[in-house]
């Protein structure tokens, strides 16, 4: 079965730590998502990975495709970084080629 | 400009009548989503959609179809609507070889 599993589940912080939410997957993949959603509602697209690490100002995400394993980071976190993050991923091989998501994170960051 | 936009953001309707949701994106990009947000915020692929292809994920019933006037535009149709079928549907595109999608805001519809 291919999951996507995030971890944790819910995490409040408070302002300045450093934030780390870890993804796993089950089978290979051609491509990793990080996603943010807004209280609002709206999803914004923060990195797509297939390998390495990428860097986005204060957000950091990393991928090990051996160990099927994704990482973000963010540095310096302020109460603006409060939403919720989900980890997507794009499955090797055949059916629909859209994302398949993790449950997201729920992350609260306090002043 | 919004990139992706979707209509209506919200949509209330009776049980058994049929709808649609309007998506659009201005970037021309070839390949098109929709996605479904249930009640516990969990997000799952309903269609992809390029000039080429439609790929409908299985587990979608057919009284539910993604209808392509063009490139830019995927609406989605609903036919008797169900209670279970409550939730925010969110349109995305991308370029076929692109790294980013963009996701419309969202269109809440609620089934009374």
């Known amino acids: 079965k291919n999951e996507v599993e995030q971890s944790p589940q819910n995490l409040t912080a408070q302002e300045g730590e450093f934030i780390t939410i870890n993804c796993s997957y089950s089978?290979?993949?051609?491509?990793l998502h990080w996603l943010q959603q807004h209280p609002g509602g709206g999803i914004v697209s923060l990195f797509m990975?297939?390998?390495g690490k990428k860097k986005h100002g204060r957000l950091i995400a990393t991928i090990n495709i051996q160990e099927k394993h994704s990482s973000l980071h963010i540095t310096a976190s302020h109460p603006r970084d409060s939403a919720v993050y989900i980890c997507?991923?794009?499955?090797?091989?055949?059916?629909?080629?859209?994302?398949?998501f993790g449950k997201g994170t729920h992350l609260i960051i306090q002043p | 400009d919004t990139a992706v936009s979707q209509t209506p953001k919200y949509l209330v309707t009776q049980m058994g009548n049929d709808k649609s949701i309007k998506c659009e994106q201005n970037l021309g990009h070839d390949t098109m989503y929709w996605y479904k947000q249930d009640s516990k915020k969990f997000l799952k692929i309903m269609f992809s959609y390029n000039n080429k292809e439609l790929i409908i994920n299985e587990t979608v019933p057919n009284r539910f179809s993604p209808k392509s006037p063009d490139k830019a535009h995927l609406n989605l149709h609903i036919n008797s609507l169900e209670l279970g079928d409550s939730a925010v549907y969110f349109c995305?595109?991308?370029?076929?070889?692109?790294?980013?999608?963009?996701f419309g805001e969202g269109s809440w519809l609620t089934v009374v």
């Open positions: 089978v290979g993949i051609s491509a």
């Open positions: 995305a595109s991308k370029r076929l070889s692109g790294n980013t999608i963009y």
């Open positions: 997507a991923v794009v499955y090797s091989g055949g059916g629909a080629d859209g994302l398949t």
């Open positions: 990975l297939s390998s």
